[in-house]
């Protein structure tokens, strides 16, 4: 029986689909709404005691999996395709593993932070504010500032560290804070090269068809949170 991969809409599940898609191996998607923001009860399931999304099972092997990065690192572990990422001893291995983990230990956090901030009713001179939002301006800086001198960010290579960061920097936005990437033309660039990518397109094409993706500069004007979440409809292609 194949990979069985849950994905919730508009969420970092989406890496898993992209990956899944870009290996080109057969999984089953298994769609879930948000209600109307945070998760469904669908999700909890056994194996994921959280009822976060992703969420993946692989009925063979008797294994159930959360966690973004870990379900990426089964799913690379399973397939025979080496392509999207590196053993110790090839070239790149250190800055491949960095960047994986880059993604979700310090970028998404910092975006995170900002957002909840944003969110509070602290008015936008307080300090934490401030100081929420210069870590998300240099961790930009510095994912932007590592794309100028490569391709992709373990190098000259797409890998799954490209995979595990892309979330922060697109779908992520419509949750806050209002970024807007006019400051990082090595992440648009990036964001464009990523967005040409058949397995990208498909990826989101069948996890979110009817989401505008976010891979220009330009900032949402508003936040799902203030929206009141998903059925607000501001997310969605025009
Ligand atoms: N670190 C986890 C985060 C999982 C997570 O928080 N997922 C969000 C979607 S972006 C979620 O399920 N949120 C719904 C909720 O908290 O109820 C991962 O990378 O998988």
Not at 64 to 88: F, H, P, Q, V
Request: charged content about 25%; aromatic content about 10%.
């Amino acid at each position: 029986m194949v990979l069985q991969v849950h994905h919730m809409e508009m969420s970092q599940s989406e890496r898993i689909l992209f990956l899944c898609e870009e290996l080109g191996i057969p999984y089953n998607l298994i769609r879930h709404k948000r209600a109307p923001l945070l998760a469904p009860d669908s999700l909890r399931l056994p194996g994921n005691p959280t009822g976060k999304a992703p969420f993946l099972e692989d009925p063979d092997e008797g294994v159930a999996l959360a966690e973004s990065g870990a379900i990426c690192e089964y799913i690379l572990a399973k397939s025979s395709d080496r392509t999207l990422s590196k053993r110790y001893g090839d070239k790149g291995y250190a800055d491949y593993i960095y960047w994986f983990h880059y993604a979700n230990a310090s970028l998404l956090p910092a975006m995170v932070g900002s957002m909840f901030l944003m969110h509070s009713q602290l008015p936008a001179d307080d300090a934490t504010r401030q100081w929420a939002q210069a870590r998300l301006d240099g961790a930009l800086k510095y994912v932007d500032s590592r794309l100028e001198s490569v391709k992709w960010l373990a190098g000259e290579d797409f890998t799954a560290a490209d995979v595990m960061t892309v979330y922060t920097v697109t779908t992520q936005r419509y949750f806050g804070p209002n970024v807007s990437l006019a400051a990082y033309p090595n992440i648009l660039r990036w964001l464009k090269d990523v967005s040409e990518r058949p397995g990208y397109r498909r990826a989101m094409e069948k996890g979110d068809p009817e989401m505008e993706l976010l891979i220009t500069a330009d900032a949402p004007t508003t936040t799902l949170l203030q929206e009141g979440g998903i059925t607000s409809g501001t997310w969605k292609k025009k």
